[in-house]
C-alpha cells in the first residue's frame, strides 16, 4: 500500500533562516504531488504541484519554491523566511486522475 | 473560475444524531469530481467520499453520504449516528480538469455527548 511521509513534524525557525521540508511517497511511481498551506482556521492554498521529476508549476508567487529530484520526493524550500511563512505544510500525492492523499503535515512557526 | 463555498463556519450535533454539511461550486465544466475530507485535530487530511459528476447515484461510505444536485451545484455531506470521533473539520473540494483541488473554507463539526 501506499503511504506518504513528512517531515519534520514541527519547526521553528527565525526569520531570514533557509526553510527545507520533505515529502517521499512509496508504492507508487511517477505520482503528482502537491505542496499546500493552511493557516490557522482556514481552507488549504496551493503552492506548488509536480507530474514528474524535475516538472514543477508554481501557484502563488512567493517566497518558497520547490524541487522534485526524484521520482517519489518533494521538497519544499526557501533562502530567507519571511514571518508570513508561518503555517501548517501539507504535502499531497495523487495518480492520474484520483483523489489526493496527504501526509501528516509540519507545523512551521517562523520567530 | 471554479469556486468552492462552505457557507457553515460550525455546526454542532448530538451524539448519535444526523447532521447535513453544506456544499455548493461553481464551474462551466461538464465533467468533474467532488470530495469531503475531514481534518481532526491531528490536522492529517482524511479522504471521506468523493462523487463522479457523471453519477447520478449518490456516493455512500458507511454513516457517510453525500445528496449531490448537479443543476444547482450542490454536494452537501450527510453524516448519519454522529459519534465523538466525527468532531472534524470537514472540507469540500472540487477537482479541477487539470487534477488540481479547489478547497472550500471548511466547517468546523462539534459532536456533543
Known amino acids: 500500500s501506499q503511504t506518504i511521509h513528512q517531515w519534520p513534524a514541527t519547526l521553528v525557525q527565525p526569520v531570514g533562516s533557509p526553510l527545507s521540508l520533505e515529502c517521499t511517497v512509496e508504492?507508487?511511481?511517477?505520482?503528482?504531488l502537491y505542496w499546500y498551506r493552511q493557516a490557522a482556521g482556514r481552507g488549504l492554498q496551493l503552492l506548488f504541484y509536480?507530474?514528474?521529476?524535475?516538472?514543477i508549476s508554481s501557484e502563488v508567487p512567493q517566497n518558497l519554491s520547490a524541487s522534485r529530484p526524484q521520482d517519489r520526493q518533494f521538497i519544499l524550500s526557501s533562502k530567507k523566511l519571511l514571518l508570513s511563512d508561518s503555517g501548517f505544510y501539507l504535502c499531497?500525492?495523487?495518480?492520474?486522475?484520483?483523489?489526493?492523499?496527504f501526509g501528516p503535515g509540519t507545523r512551521l512557526t517562523v520567530t | 473560475a471554479q469556486t468552492v463555498t462552505q457557507s457553515q463556519p460550525e455546526m454542532s450535533v448530538q451524539e448519535a444524531e444526523t447532521v447535513t454539511l453544506s456544499c455548493t461550486y461553481d464551474?462551466?465544466?461538464?465533467?468533474?469530481?467532488l470530495f469531503w475530507y475531514k481534518q481532526p485535530p491531528s490536522r492529517q487530511m482524511i479522504l471521506v467520499i468523493r462523487?463522479?459528476?457523471?453519477k447520478q447515484q449518490n456516493a455512500t461510505e458507511n454513516r457517510f453520504s453525500v445528496n449531490f444536485q448537479k443543476a444547482a451545484k450542490s454536494f452537501s455531506l450527510k453524516i448519519s449516528d454522529s459519534q465523538l470521533g466525527d468532531a472534524a473539520m470537514y472540507f469540500c473540494?472540487?477537482?479541477?480538469?487539470?487534477?488540481?483541488?479547489?478547497w472550500g473554507a471548511g466547517t468546523k463539526l462539534i459532536i456533543k455527548p
Open positions: 499531497a500525492w495523487s495518480e492520474v486522475g484520483v483523489e489526493q492523499y
Open positions: 508504492g507508487t511511481s511517477n505520482p503528482n
Open positions: 509536480s507530474v514528474g521529476i524535475g516538472q
Open positions: 464551474t462551466s465544466e461538464s465533467d468533474y469530481y
Open positions: 462523487q463522479e459528476a457523471y
Open positions: 473540494a472540487y477537482r479541477r480538469s487539470n487534477y488540481q483541488l479547489i
